[in-house]
Nanobody, 120 residues
Framework: VQLQASGGGLVQAGGSLRLSCVASGRTGSRYVMGWFRQAPGKEREIVAAINRSGGSTSYAGSVKGRFTISRDNAKNTVDLQMDNLKPEDTAVYYC??????????????WGQGTLVTVSS
């Protein structure tokens, strides 16, 4: 599966952005989906995950209550709505597809990153 992420940009603290990831082919609900991020000088971390049906979601503690992951299996898309953004959310964000619904599972398919910059 090939993944294409978009929606990054520059936003002021307190603002919002919506990232979108489109999967090639008729992937539908075949994969668990996740959003990751990597800030300069830091390791990549998982931000949110969503199960195949979209009925279960999980979030990193640092974004819980501010970010919302969703998917549309008919359109092969997974979105990340990011509200009340903080400067520490600045990072390259990646979408990924995997086989296991877990915040610690490995993901086998990755999209290119999209840069999110939050100014103070």
């Amino acid at each position: 599966v090939q993944l294409q992420a978009s929606g990054g940009g520059l936003v002021q603290a307190g603002g919002s952005l919506r990232l979108s990831c489109v999967a090639s082919g008729r992937t539908g609900s075949r994969y668990v989906m996740g959003w990751f991020r990597q800030a300069p000088g830091k390791e990549r971390e998982i931000v949110a995950a969503i199960n195949r049906s979209g009925g279960s979601t999980s979030y990193a503690g640092s974004v819980k209550g501010r970010f919302t992951i969703s998917r549309d299996n008919a359109k092969n898309t997974v979105d990340l709505q990011m509200d009340n953004l903080k400067p520490e959310d600045t990072a390259v964000y990646y979408c990924a597809a995997g086989d296991y619904y877990s915040m610690s599972a490995s993901y086998g398919y990755w999209g290119q990153g999209t840069l999110v910059t939050v100014s103070s």
